[in-house]
């Protein structure tokens, strides 16, 4: 498994911009399809977006489509999520989860929470209204 931590989570009101960053050691997470999920108060935990290795193909749900951009920097060992014009239903806790190979391979999984084997601790992004 690899160690991810997640941070840029904090309080914006709604308009506003946050980017969140994962960084990673034990391992590089080049070869490794990246996600981001959240957990809202009192809901499941959902997909949000998902990057794979080179050549960095992405996804997204259809409710961050347009508004989120997920990133990858291989030579910081770090993915990054983009968050533009926030809503109040943004408000969760965003989390970072790593899919090591051959998980992901088919990008039809990358929603599934059970593709990814390493999660970060999460980190809070509260959108005011």
């Known amino acids: 498994q690899v160690h991810l931590v997640e941070s840029g989570g904090g309080l914006v009101q709604a308009g506003g911009s946050l980017r969140l960053s994962c960084g990673a050691s034990?391992?590089?997470?080049?070869?490794?399809?990246m996600g981001w999920f959240r957990q809202a108060p009192g809901k499941e935990r959902e997909f949000v977006a998902a990057?794979?290795?080179?050549?960095?193909?992405?996804d997204y749900a259809a409710s961050v489509k347009g508004r989120f951009t997920i990133s990858r920097d291989n030579a910081k060992n770090t993915v990054y999520l983009q968050m533009n014009s926030l809503k109040p239903e943004d408000t969760a806790v965003y989390y970072c989860?790593?899919?090591?190979?051959?998980?992901?391979?088919?990008?039809?999984?990358?929603?599934?929470?059970?593709?990814?084997?390493?999660w970060g601790q999460g980190t809070q992004v509260t959108v005011s209204s």
């Open positions: 989860a790593a899919a090591q190979p051959p998980r992901g391979v088919l990008r039809s999984t990358w929603y599934r929470m059970s593709t990814y084997d390493s």
């Open positions: 034990g391992r590089t997470l080049s070869y490794y399809v």
């Open positions: 990057i794979s290795g080179s050549p960095g193909n992405t």
